[in-house]
């Protein structure tokens, strides 16, 4: 059930198109490419609204175009940060790039990829 949903009306980032706050999660839709240029203000943004995030996120890449290896640095810092809160990130809709960066980069017990948000929401709510 969602509970609130944020639509970008220009105060999040370019790269964030939505904010879907469910009762156990929350699902960040990202967009466009996500590189060293576009990651300070996702950065600042998940730092501004780091208790708004007392649940488990999942990242969606659906319309994601474009990542370098600098998107994994600040996933792996989100999660970094949300172990710390016992919660956990995921992510969901990965095209080949994330997931090669993710294998390359021996994340693959940190980083969960699923398929699906209906896959995510299973694990979630394990």
């Known amino acids: 059930m969602t509970i609130l949903k944020i639509k970008n009306s220009g105060n999040l980032s370019q790269t964030i198109k939505a904010i879907e ?3 156990s999660f929350s699902v960040v839709q990202l967009v466009g ?3 060293f240029n576009t990651i300070p203000p996702i950065e600042a943004i998940m730092k501004a609204h780091e208790d708004d995030f007392d649940q488990d996120i999942v990242l969606d890449f659906k319309e994601v175009t474009h990542i370098d ?3 994994l640095a600040v996933v792996v810092y989100v999660i970094n940060k949300m172990k710390q809160k016992h919660r956990k990130l995921s992510l ?3 095209n080949k790039l994330v997931r090669e960066y993710v294998k390359i980069g021996k994340l693959e017990s940190l980083i969960h990829i699923y398929n699906t948000l209906e896959e995510a929401t299973n694990a979630v709510n394990k």
């Open 21 to 23: 706050k469910y009762d």
């Open 33 to 35: 490419a996500i590189d």
């Open 69 to 71: 290896t600098s998107t």
């Open 92 to 94: 969901i809709n990965c």
